[in-house]
């Protein structure tokens, strides 16, 4: 029963942080550091439990998915132009992920080495803590389509700066549209869209390390997947009614509540 508890934690911190711009990657840590387990270092339970979330949000933006893509193969096989701006807004995706997939090719095992201590999550929780704040004040009044190729690559570096674990990878995004002054609607749609390239491809390449999911553990990791897939599919839901409220603010001031945990916990 405590084996049980345990998984359906997990999935309930994975499900929940996923869409929150405050950090999967560093609560994992952190909670790994707490419970002094080894449970997150199942590289299978993790592309189980990020598939979950995965295929959450994708539910949720499936007719934006397939609007953008469809458009995208007339405008590429016909070349009319009321397909353009869909075809555009997929080549922005593309570009601002390509800075995540480079810096990740080149960056992972130094970042999953030396990058992953308590430490270096509690600088950069309180990173994500300070962006949040800056950005909640931001009231953009430009559209995602009118986002520039320069632009497009400057969104993608923020991203890749959220592969340090502490650092919220929504929120990073969030606050950068945020602070080009796109509309707050547009810059979710675009923070989410942003979210599923680099997301499938990483779930590709780990698909791999599925085949050694052990037989015994098939129910605990199924409780934990549904739990995962449910949590953040109802998590993206609260975290659209805060940002148009303009409560980024919470999770500023959820983050450095966390730095001060941190840091007399461990400290």
Known sequence: MIKLIIYIIFGLIQGFTEPLPISSSGHITLFKAIFNTNLFNDIEFLVLLNFASFLAIMIIYF?????ILVNTYFFITKKQEKYQTDYNYFLRIIISSIPTFIIGFLLKDIIDKYLNSITMITIAFIITA?????????KGNRKDTTITVI???VIGLFQAIAMLP????????LTILLLLNIKKDDAIKYTFMLYFPV????????????INIDSSLLILYGISFLTTFVTTYFSYQWLIKQIKNNKLWYFSVYCLLLVIFIIIYFH
């Open 63 to 67: 007719k934006d998915i397939k609007k």
């Open 130 to 138: 300070v962006s949040l704040l800056v950005a909640n004040f931001k």
């Open 151 to 153: 632009e497009a690559i």
């Open 166 to 173: 502490g650092i919220s990878r929504s929120g990073m995004v």
């Open 199 to 210: 997301s499938l491809a990483s779930i590709i390449i780990d698909i791999p390390y599925l």
